[in-house]
């Protein structure tokens, strides 16, 4: 296989599979065409991205690629959120030993408004938590646990928390934002993190 299969996976199964387990209407939706002829078009990439026909080896990749542990599903290991699979759920809280959410992982449960988040979460990819209502309602410097996951609004400066492990994916695209400063504590800085900051200074501790 090429690349990272937990990862990988994950996005094929939300696409073809996730959206639509309680309303096949959003596979329609979102693609235009059936969740029968989406959940073929899964195991064909499945099929694909294993190199293999063989059904028996298929059924047990799916098997060992995820897990479900109530209204969410994480990679085999758990330690990827990669699906948020109730769209009527208001409340999550993230198991501990999860290290990344996925990107789209809350895309069929946006009005989810509290999130507990566990303290190993190292890694929130791809905007993950945008579409929530949980974000909406925050403002200012946003903390997912203890990962740095945006700043919003007119913040200049902004003075990361001791005890933050990481920062997100896109975390400080802010253009208001022109110091930055970094806690001991940060073992993590995810890509584009900065990318449209208007940084002029960031405070690196000793």
Not at 132 to 139: I, K, L, N, V
Not at 173 to 196: D, H, M, R, Y
């Amino acid at each position: 296989a090429i690349g990272h299969p937990v990862l990988e996976l994950g996005s094929m199964f939300n696409a073809f599979v996730g959206f639509g387990e309680l309303d096949d209407k959003c596979t329609e939706k979102f693609f235009g065409y059936d969740s029968e002829t989406a959940f073929r078009f899964w195991r064909l990439s499945l099929a694909r991205y294993l190199g293999t026909d063989d059904e028996n080896a298929i059924v047990d990749a799916e098997n060992k690629a995820f897990k479900a542990v109530g209204d969410v599903i994480y990679s085999a290991d758990g330690k990827t959120l990669v699906m948020v699979a109730n769209k009527n759920a208001k409340s999550i809280a993230i198991a501990n030993g999860t290290e990344v959410i996925a990107p789209n992982a809350f895309n069929l449960a946006k009005g989810v408004s509290s999130i507990a988040f566990p303290s190993t979460l190292v890694n929130v990819q791809g905007n993950a938590l945008d579409v929530t209502a949980w974000y909406t309602s925050q403002d200012g410097v946003v903390y997912a646990g203890p990962v740095l996951y945006k700043v919003k609004g007119l913040t200049s400066s902004v003075a990361v928390k001791e005890g933050t492990v990481a920062i997100a994916e896109n975390a400080v695209n802010n253009a208001a934002v022109k110091t930055i400063t970094l806690p001991s504590s940060l073992k993590v800085i995810g890509k584009n993190a900065f990318a449209q900051s208007g940084l002029t200074a960031v405070v690196i501790p000793n």
